[in-house]
């Protein structure tokens, strides 16, 4: 504090201010260098950004409807965009050099490419939400099951209670299993470093990408057929928290690393012990992310069809026992619903894709409020709290000691009954 | 600290190391048994999964031996079955899945790490998280609903144009035949691995764009310092960094496209023959072999689809480890803390 005011202020002064502790602002992340934004579009840009474009499209319809034998849409636009890269291509290099042209094309291939992602993943969600919606207005189809509901049966009848009740029933078990086990190894791989840890990483970052089907082929093989547990919603559960138990593993890995070794160091130096570190200083601070890595988990085994396929078995009525019984669930329903090609089925298929879609994204959207933001990086409404904490903190160790408090800062701070004090040296 | 050391003066025995010993308390002793538990639990399932494929294929194998990898049929209950059809099936959708999903994740994680304007580049790293996260069945329904029937002239089109390249040709059809039936073209390797393309591109791009995004501050402005344009500083500063990544994010999303099931399910139609013809009706995959036939097995079908699943899970592990010790020793990772 000193030092700052003899620096920022007259340099000849010396300021002593009253030793107060100041709690540096931590909205920003200090040395974090972001890379400058680089855009920015001249006139003659435009000008041969639409008249490339202008050109590629008519020389794709002259061919399209006067000359070739081509048909289809989507060749049309493939054809189009090919052509256009090369028109505007042509046009840049009028006026530019080769570099230029080149660092001009290759702009316009990436937005194009980031269009179509963007753009398929939008238009995926926004179609099954269109094909579903014969079924989706109908009230009946989310408080009825599927028991009296035939192929030919109008969409007044039937729904997907069931799958769920069942979805939520196999989330919540798999999720019990999976999350404590997950943030444990998490925590696991984060602590004690070293060789063992070292080679479970490995195992587990290979076994993020197991194919799903293979999980539920494990549980299939054990629980099934070896302890003789029915096809059922447990079965189901356990195949679902093999897929996620990776998934959250590595996760919780990453969000561990992200904690500032100042901190863990600082409550070492406190004279806490491992245990205590990690559970009120390590986890704390990563809860947001440690949370953020759960929904994201469940979120994608939420969706998981083939592990379900194999070890829930289908039902067309509500099962709510998870140890007997075949449960269904809604990827599964959506997969059994449209292999039926009557149209009536297809449409209550799409809707329960859709309602599955809403449950995905419901949680993706809780992830991203309570989530999404580095340790330590706090809201606005946080940092008041936090601060109104330490208020609270300073009134209780003002009040505790009035004594000590009035006495020469520099002696030391006597407690009337320390007996760690011998151990400690 | 080094000049202390010099001026010790020669001879003198330097004195010897204090050995530290850390005295844990009870609490930490069971914290770090249980951590240690937990891990080890997390291992032994993982390789269970493995033993107990191959434990369960053992029947089937020792019945097929060698054979098992080069018969193309299916037919565990009368005569002969391999997995020789199923695996080039498998292998080509992935091929094409992973062909398409590269193209797309090299741009897409270029777009957001260099070209997206600041305040959009949070929004599009959540959608790239949701769009892995949209479950399998809402793609497959949509591969099998929409693109299926928009990509048939696309097809026809690079059939009639490119037919003398083996891959792309489709037999039954002539050229520019206008009678020929759409259907020849649908159900195929090429649809399949389009739609298995959007499930992978954004675990790849999850993984590039973390690369791309960590390339040094200092060396893109000394790039553009020297004249680059922002192609030429991506070329020589921002791909070479994430060089790794790009392979190793490949490869991880090549791992999934090879075991991904339900939306390979949806699209194709089985043949247990091996069909080298990508534009083609009729395909087949090591996962959907096991999702259509696990019901109507007896116990040495069962048997033979656990072989299959072996084959799978052997192919897959090995494409993973190979991704996740590239995608390792790309990512330079150790940054000092303040």
């Avoid at chain 1, 993020?208 to 093989?221: E, N, R």
């Avoid at chain 2, 060698?66 to 079955?81: H, I, M, Q, R, Y």
């Amino acid at each position: 504090m000193t030092l700052l005011k003899t620096e920022t202020g007259a340099r000849t002064t010396t300021v002593t201010a009253p030793p107060t502790t100041t709690v540096p602002d931590r909205r920003r992340p200090r040395g974090v260098q972001s890379p400058r934004p680089l855009g920015g579009f001249r006139t003659t840009d435009v000008f041969a950004l639409s008249g490339g474009l202008a050109a590629a499209l008519t020389t794709t319809g002259l061919l399209w409807i006067q000359l070739g034998p081509f048909t289809g849409l989507l060749g049309y636009i493939v054809v189009s965009w090919l052509l256009f890269v090369a028109t505007y291509a042509l046009l840049v290099s009028f006026d530019e050099d080769r570099p230029t042209m080149w660092d001009r094309v290759s702009t316009v291939v990436v937005h194009s490419l980031a269009l179509v992602l963007f753009g398929v993943l939008i238009f995926v969600i926004a179609y099954t939400f269109a094909r579903g919606a014969r079924a989706l207005p109908h009230l009946n189809f989310f408080t009825e099951d599927m028991r009296n509901a035939g192929p030919l049966d109008p969409l007044t009848v039937g729904g997907i209670k069931h799958a769920i009740i069942g979805t939520l029933i196999e989330l919540g078990l798999s999720l019990a299993v999976s999350v404590p086990l997950g943030l444990l190894g998490g925590v696991f791989l984060h602590e004690i470093p070293g060789r063992f840890s070292r080679f479970v990483r490995t195992v587990v970052e290979a076994m993020t990408a197991l194919p799903d089907l293979l999980a539920g082929l494990f549980i299939f093989a054990t629980v099934i057929l070896i302890f003789g547990l029915d096809k059922s919603g447990l079965a189901a559960a356990l195949a679902l928290s093999v897929t996620m138990l990776p998934i959250i593993i590595r996760a919780t890995d990453v969000v561990l690393r992200l904690v500032p070794g100042s901190l863990t160091e600082a409550a070492y130096a406190l004279g806490c012990g491992q245990w205590r570190t990690v559970w009120h200083v390590v986890l704390p601070t990563a809860r947001s992310g440690l949370a953020t890595a759960v929904i994201l988990g469940a979120a994608r085994g939420i969706g998981e069809t083939s592990p379900v396929l194999i070890t829930a078995g289908a039902t067309a009525q509500v099962n709510v026992d998870p140890l007997h019984g075949p449960m269904m669930s809604l990827p599964l329903l959506a997969y059994t619903l449209v292999q039926n090609s009557q149209e009536n089925m297809v449409a209550r298929g799409f809707g329960t894709a859709a309602t599955l879609m809403v449950l995905v994204l419901l949680l993706f959207a809780v992830a991203r409020v309570i989530g999404g933001r580095g340790p330590g990086d706090l809201t606005a409404r946080q940092r008041r709290r936090r601060a109104a904490a330490s208020r609270r903190d300073l009134k209780r160790f003002g009040g505790r000691s009035p004594a000590a408090g009035d006495a020469d800062p520099a002696s030391p701070v006597t407690y009337p009954s320390s007996p760690a004090q011998g151990e400690i040296s | 600290m080094t000049g202390a050391a010099v001026a010790r003066p020669e001879g003198q025995a330097t004195p010897e190391r204090r050995r530290l010993k850390t005295n844990l308390g009870l609490a930490d002793r069971v914290f770090r048994g249980v951590a240690r538990g937990g891990g080890a639990i997390v291992l032994v399932i993982m390789t269970l999964v493995g033993a107990f494929l191959a434990y369960r294929a053992l029947l089937a194998l020792r019945e097929s031996g060698l054979s098992f990898v080069t018969t193309e049929e299916w037919n565990p209950d009368s005569g002969g079955f391999g997995i020789a059809a199923v695996i080039v099936g498998t292998v080509l959708i992935a091929i094409v899945a992973i062909v398409v999903a590269t193209v797309l994740a090299v741009g897409v994680a270029l777009y957001i790490s260099e070209f997206a304007p600041l305040w959009l580049r949070r929004w599009l790293v959540g959608m790239v998280d949701l769009m892995a996260a949209v479950p399998s069945v809402v793609y497959g329904l949509w591969g099998a609903f929409f693109l299926q029937w928009k990509v048939l002239s696309l097809s026809r089109w690079i059939s009639d144009w490119f037919g003398w390249i083996p891959i792309f040709k489709v037999s039954g059809v002539t050229r520019h035949d206008p009678l020929a039936t759409p259907t020849v073209y649908t159900s195929s390797t090429f649809i399949a691995g389009l739609v298995v393309a959007l499930m992978v591109a954004p675990i790849a791009c999850s993984v590039m764009r973390e690369a791309f995004s960590q390339a040094p501050p200092g060396e893109r402005e000394g790039a553009y310092a020297l004249g680059a344009t922002r192609f030429g500083m991506i070329g020589t500063v921002v791909l070479p960094f994430g060089k790794g990544a790009i392979i190793g994010g490949t490869m991880l999303g090549l791992g999934r496209a090879l075991g991904e099931t339900i939306a390979v399910v949806m699209i194709i139609s089985p043949v247990f023959v091996i069909q080298p013809r990508i534009l083609e009706n009729g395909t087949s995959s090591v996962s959907s072999l096991i999702a259509t036939h696990y019901g109507e097995s007896s116990p040495f079908a069962l048997s033979a689809l656990f072989a299959a699943g072996l084959a799978l899970f052997a192919m897959t592990l090995i494409v993973n480890f190979i991704a996740a010790s590239i995608v390792a020793r790309s990512r330079s990772g150790a940054v000092s803390e303040v």
